[in-house]
């Protein structure tokens, strides 16, 4: 029977596994002094954090905070109040002036004016894809603006703007791990990824970006058990109770409006509901939902699942016969 | 060329196709992972341009979009004006 309890965790048990994982992969799997960990505020972050901490101590895990120009600035006061709970060293790197010299925010501008010409000072912006649960429309992602009087419009970004776009703001995520694998190297440490099974399953991540790491202690966790986790591990109640977002373009974003189908709580129901084969009719009343639509998002995790393949594939060698 | 050999054609020509003749004018193009996301937008992007019509957001939906010859009978309808205000 299908109940919203189906990701209910032991997180005392749950927690103990992960920490003895991050021991053994890090000092023995690894053989590196300890973990880097860039923290964005958010919920995985944090409880990557908290488990590296348990598991090697607060000496050996470097914190790091990497505001850019678009970041809220919730992300760095909570980044710092994270690493003073945990009594770990943090430093701030701003990126902004890196991005800035690769030509991101440039890129990003001169990508939004092939849609939008009038975009620029004052106006913000953000990429959105429309709510799979109003209609059966295909997943196409249009661009949200804003102009300085906050006036909002959505516009069909052509296909080399778009492009454009994703690349540039690609930029923001690969600098972030550049400079974590610049202080890992200097520190002998490893580097943390911080997806969760929701992101790490549907591809919600930039490859070489937020998608590289030596280990990833979280990633089969769905986001409702990393809630569940963060409280097992007293991650800071402000940071339980901060809405997930992606933090990464000028205009305020959700998860869901940027990437998943629906909030996390329905949608980690929906993934776990899709592995194990539940019929969509036993699923909507759970959520609340139609079953035509629970059926929509598991054609959407699909999709996304096949778009992914791409972000997880390792470099492709060529195969040459023995003998 | 018919409008749906021109869009058979510009398919064949833009997504990796290992054997074309599996491709069929029915052939399911996003469920079958032929064309993701991006390259819809591609593909909404060819048929304005080569159709010479204007795509609507409420209108980019399986129905109209996700094989061969449903695109050919939506951008038939476009022609005709048949699609309201929208169309």
Redesign the interface.
């Known amino acids: 029977m299908f109940t919203r309890d189906v990701l209910k965790i032991d997180a005392p048990l749950v927690a103990e596994r992960i920490e003895a994982s991050i021991r053994e992969q890090v000092l023995g799997t690894l053989r590196r002094r300890g973990a880097v960990v860039g923290m964005s505020g958010g919920i995985d972050s944090s409880v990557v954090a908290s488990s590296c901490v348990r598991a090697l101590g607060p000496d050996r895990v470097l914190g790091l905070l990497m505001p850019e120009r678009d970041s809220s600035g919730d992300a760095l006061r909570l980044g710092r109040m994270l690493a003073s709970h945990l009594g770990i060293r943090h430093v701030v790197e701003d990126i902004a002036p890196a991005l800035e010299g690769l030509g991101c925010y440039a890129r990003q501008l001169e990508a939004i004016r092939m849609a939008v010409p009038e975009y620029g000072e004052g106006w913000r912006c953000k990429l959105t894809l429309p709510s799979i649960l109003e209609s059966d429309r295909l997943n196409i992602t249009s661009l949200t603006v804003s102009d300085p009087q906050g006036n909002q419009r959505t516009v069909r970004m052509p296909p080399a703007a778009y492009l454009q776009m994703v690349a540039a703001t690609n930029f923001k995520q690969r600098s972030r791990k550049m400079m974590e694998y610049y202080h890992a190297d200097r520190l002998n440490y490893a580097v943390a990824g911080t997806p969760n099974r929701l992101e790490y399953d549907q591809g919600f991540f930039v490859k070489q970006g937020d998608g590289a790491a030596d280990f990833k202690p979280i990633a089969h966790l769905y986001k409702t058990q990393v809630y569940a986790l963060a409280e097992h591990l007293g991650v800071p109640e402000e940071i339980r109770r901060r809405p997930p977002t992606t933090d990464t373009f000028s205009l305020a974003q959700t998860q869901e409006e940027f990437y998943f189908a629906l909030p996390y709580r329905e949608m980690d129901l929906c993934l776990w509901a899709h592995e194990h084969a539940t019929p969509a009719a036993e699923v909507a009343p759970v959520l609340g939902l139609a079953p035509e639509q629970v059926e929509r998002v598991y054609r959407d995790i699909e999709a996304k699942r096949r778009v992914s393949r791409y972000l997880h594939q390792a470099p492709l060698l060529v195969e040459v016969p023995r003998g | 060329m018919t409008t749906q050999q021109t869009i058979r054609k510009f398919i064949l020509e833009n997504f990796y196709v290992s054997d074309p003749s599996e491709v069929a004018d029915d052939t399911l193009l ?2 079958t ?1 032929l064309v ?3 390259g ?3 593909v ?2 060819f048929l304005e341009e080569e159709f010479d019509i204007r795509i609507a ?2 209108e ?4 109209n ?1 996700e094989s061969v010859e449903r695109m050919a009978a939506f951008v038939a309808r476009k022609q005709q004006g048949g699609l309201g205000a929208t169309g």
């Open positions: 996003v469920s992972g993701d996301s991006t819809m937008l591609e909404i992007a957001d409420h980019t939906t399986p129905e979009l």
